[in-house]
């Protein structure tokens, strides 16, 4: 993003003229630009055929499928619903398209549509249930590193028939946990076809090639063990930082065009945490006005945001992703170093893919932070109080950094430029995106 589209383009695609804008971005492709700006307009492109899978359906269909959740539900209720702002939708070509997950968002963005669901899923009361009951053991377990869980996990991913020509080389990155503090023991047991390179980079891969055929699937299982972790800080107890430590250095850059000091986001943590001097007291403000003041909802691609950051905070919500993302950048401007870490929730019941933060707080070290878990809307106290500092354990860490280049490395736009949790997909023309191909992560046991 270091690059901007033309103003005209940009505000083409602002107001759905997809068709246009991409006429007018061919045009200036073929004028034979440099390199950098010709790749964000190649990226531009790539982003529109992106929006049109995010959004796919139309009002009529999106109606029929809310009916199946809703009770009562009129068409006229929900055009309704989609004027107060509680359906996602987008305008593409004069026409509006929903969210391909606007159901369940519908429920965080206008609460009192709660009353009328159909029903509630036993499976969610019991995975919250069981993920309380964890936190309190490590927090009963003392202090640090604690309750370890073995788990025997299978990831695969299986391309769609028709994606690309039989034959042809199909290139694969699939997730791994890093050895580090809260996952150790990795250990692959099998793997299909074979693993042609293990990167131990930020965001740790398995890489495969195989050829195209009907049915081709590929398979990673491997064992680890996760952690909890707990800590009690005493406030009167923390240290100034060294800022001549290179932890210091580097987590508290900027990191484009997600993690950027913008005058908004310097305007926003400076009034959190105006006239705190008091570094882990800093980190409780900017953790306060998260957790009380950002919605979780399901998010688009990431691809699509041109700032995660700042669209989180002035928006005031998005996903566990987008949270961390805001976090991380507003203990940055303040000068606290903060990173990235992500993999998997590993939940036995239900596990999901997730997102979460560290901090670093002299003399305690890095500790972690998880503001979608902590929030308030959760109603559970305990959850902000937890979240803030320690963890429960449930957790598979492949990243510790967002946009880190693969290796070996992809040809091609990246499904996901951010983050890596369901794996990477491209042939020799292209990426291939979600649509393309299925992936399932299963638990297969865990001790």
């Excluded at 309704?80 to 939708?89: A, E, F, P, Y």
């Excluded at 429920?107 to 549509?113: A, E, G, K, R």
């Excluded at 946990?177 to 793997?191: F, H, Q, T």
Aim: hydrophobic fraction near 35%; charged fraction near 30%; charge should be positive.
């Amino acid at each position: 993003m270091t690059y901007s589209i033309p103003e005209r383009n940009s505000k083409l695609i602002d107001t759905g003229e997809f068709l246009v804008a991409e006429k007018y971005m061919k045009k200036d492709l073929a004028k034979g630009l440099g390199f950098g700006l010709k790749k964000r307009i190649e990226f531009e492109l790539e982003r529109l055929a992106r929006w049109k899978i995010n959004y796919p359906y139309s009002i009529e269909h999106a109606y029929e499928l809310l009916k199946d959740q809703v009770k009562n539900l009129s068409k006229e209720d929900f055009l309704i619903l989609i004027s107060r702002g509680c359906i996602d939708h987008k305008i593409i070509g004069n026409k509006i398209f929903i969210f391909d997950r606007f159901i369940p968002n519908l429920f965080w963005l206008c609460p009192d549509q709660k009353r009328r669901k159909k029903k509630t899923k036993e499976e969610r009361e019991k995975t919250r249930r069981l993920l309380k009951e964890r936190a309190f053991k490590v927090i009963a377990s003392g202090e640090g590193f604690n309750s370890p869980i073995v788990y025997h996990v299978r990831m695969s991913i299986r391309i769609k028939p028709g994606s690309i020509p039989i034959g042809e080389k199909v290139r694969v990155w699939m997730p791994l946990p890093r050895e580090d503090d809260i996952n150790s023991d990795v250990k692959i047991v099998k793997a299909e076809p074979e693993i042609l390179r293990i990167s131990d980079r930020e965001q740790r891969t398995v890489y495969f090639e195989d050829e195209m055929r009907e049915g081709l699937e590929f398979s990673l299982e491997y064992k680890f063990t996760s952690r909890g972790f707990y800590r009690k800080i005493d406030e009167n107890k923390v240290e100034p930082f060294d800022e001549n430590n290179d932890v210091y250095k580097v987590f508290t850059e900027e990191r484009p065009p997600h993690i950027v000091f913008t005058p908004y986001l310097i305007k926003l943590a400076e009034d959190i945490t105006r006239d705190e001097r008091n570094p882990y007291l800093k980190v409780k403000r900017i953790w306060s006005w998260i957790t009380h003041n950002v919605r979780y909802t399901y998010a688009h691609d990431y691809a699509l945001y041109d700032n995660i950051s700042e669209y989180t905070a002035r928006n005031r919500r998005g996903d566990c992703g987008m949270q961390a993302l805001l976090f991380i950048t507003l203990c940055r401007i303040v000068g606290i170093p903060a990173r990235w870490q992500s993999g998997w929730y590993m939940n036995p019941i239900r596990p999901g893919m997730h997102d979460w933060a560290q901090f670093y707080i002299e003399p305690y070290g890095w500790l972690y932070a998880d503001p979608s878990f902590g929030s308030i809307r959760h109603s559970e106290e305990w959850r902000n109080d937890f979240y803030l500092g320690n963890n429960e354990g449930f957790r598979l860490a492949a990243n510790i950094e967002i946009s880190v280049p693969f290796d070996p490395p992809k040809l091609f736009f990246r499904s996901d430029p951010v983050d890596n949790q369901r794996g990477e997909v491209e042939w020799e023309r292209g990426n291939l995106y979600y649509n393309l191909w299925d992936y399932k992560f299963e638990i297969i046991r865990f001790c």
